[in-house]
């Protein structure tokens, strides 16, 4: 099983830029990606980009605003946030699976712990 181990959350103000980056325990050839969560909410996608390039795809909240990219040989996924806003505040989660299921079916993913993001107006 993959594990995943996020970090680069804090705290941000809104219009501010975070990075964040998940290590995976392993390389891979599954699709691994970005999920968040406040509490009383469910789980939202954010971005996903499958092994050796892509395919990427976007939540509609985020899109052109986060950049998405891996390293396959680090076995690392990173999520440039920029124009953050308050409404992005929430814990976001490492998430690995088959591009066919990771977004659609995430209840079968592998999960990191979380980082936490705070965006401050």
């Known amino acids: 099983q993959v594990q995943l181990v996020e970090s680069g959350g804090g705290l941000a103000r809104a219009g501010g830029s975070l990075r964040l980056s998940c290590a995976a325990s392993?390389?891979?050839?599954?699709?691994m990606g970005w999920f968040r969560q406040v509490p009383g909410k469910e789980r939202e996608f954010v971005a996903v980009i499958d092994w050796d390039g892509g395919p990427i795809y976007y939540g509609d909240f985020v899109k052109g605003r986060f950049t998405i990219s891996r390293d396959d040989f680090k076995a690392t996924v990173d999520l440039q946030m920029t124009r953050l806003k308050p409404e992005d505040s929430a814990v976001y989660y490492c998430?690995?699976?088959?591009?066919?299921?990771?977004?659609?079916?995430?209840?079968?993913?592998?999960w990191g712990q979380g980082t936490r993001v705070t965006v401050s107006s």
């Open positions: 998430a690995a699976g088959p591009v066919q299921s990771i977004i659609l079916d995430p209840t079968r993913n592998y």
């Open positions: 392993e390389r891979n050839r599954i699709a």
